[in-house]
């Protein structure tokens, strides 16, 4: 077997892999919470083959509309069969399995383009998502409208507002550099929020920790 098939080969299985690894977590959830939901370990394999068949093929036809099309037709079956299943059972409103297919169909495309690590850092990614479920729910149940309007002006103060800042001397004294001195301004009150949240989540006694420990590693940073 030539080199090009081995890896032919390699990524075949790397795509089925991430399909029985969502798969797996997919077909634990219906059997333990929803017995009547969309898919398991099988279906999510064949969604993973598609995805890499359909992109091999369309590689060696130099055709991207095989994958396109592909992934229209798996998008048109997850649709319809969350449409009937909601018929049956109008409380079962979620999205999260169907939602997850397409991603499995799409990364097993990714794998045979050529973006295997990514493929297989975002399946892991994907399976830590849905496995983490409850642990995300009870996080997000715990953040009320300050906490957030407080980590979104922290996100714009950092992504938005710190990347149009000139990183260069603006006096002429060749002082104040207005990115370095909002960079610590984020840093400062990154500081904050986290020991804020880590009292709020931890206690007092472990929240001080945290947020000595991450405050040292901030001052050292900065420095």
């Known amino acids: 077997m030539s080199e090009f098939d081995i890896d032919m080969v390699q990524n075949f299985l790397i795509a089925l892999l991430l399909g029985a690894l969502v798969g797996i977590e997919r077909e634990k959830h219906r059997r333990d919470e929803h017995p009547g939901s969309f898919g398991g370990l099988r279906t999510y394999i064949l969604f993973a083959q598609a995805g890499a068949v359909s992109a091999w093929l369309s590689l060696h036809l130099q055709s991207p509309w095989l994958f396109v099309i592909t992934v229209l037709v798996v998008a048109l079956a997850v649709l319809t ?6 018929r049956h059972n109008p409380t079962a409103l979620g999205l999260t399995s169907e939602i997850s297919a397409i991603t499995v169909c799409l990364l097993g495309g990714a794998v045979m383009f050529g973006y295997a690590e990514l493929a297989v850092m975002l399946g892991i990614l994907t399976s830590a998502i849905l496995t ?9 149940s715990k953040i009320d409208n300050e906490d957030l309007y407080a980590g ?3 996100l714009i103060a950092s992504f938005i507002v710190l990347p149009l800042l000139p990183n260069e001397p603006v006096d002429p004294w060749q002082a104040l550099n207005p990115y370095r001195l909002w960079l610590l301004v984020i840093l400062i009150s990154s500081m904050s929020l986290l020991g804020y949240v880590a009292v709020r989540w ?8 945290v947020t000595g420990i991450s405050g040292g590693l901030a001052s050292s940073t900065a420095v």
């Open 132 to 140: 983490f479920k409850r642990p995300l729910h009870t996080m997000v």
């Open 152 to 154: 979104v002006k922290l």
């Open 202 to 209: 931890l206690g007092a006694a472990h929240g001080a920790v």
């Open 81 to 86: 069969a969350y449409i009937l299943e909601n």
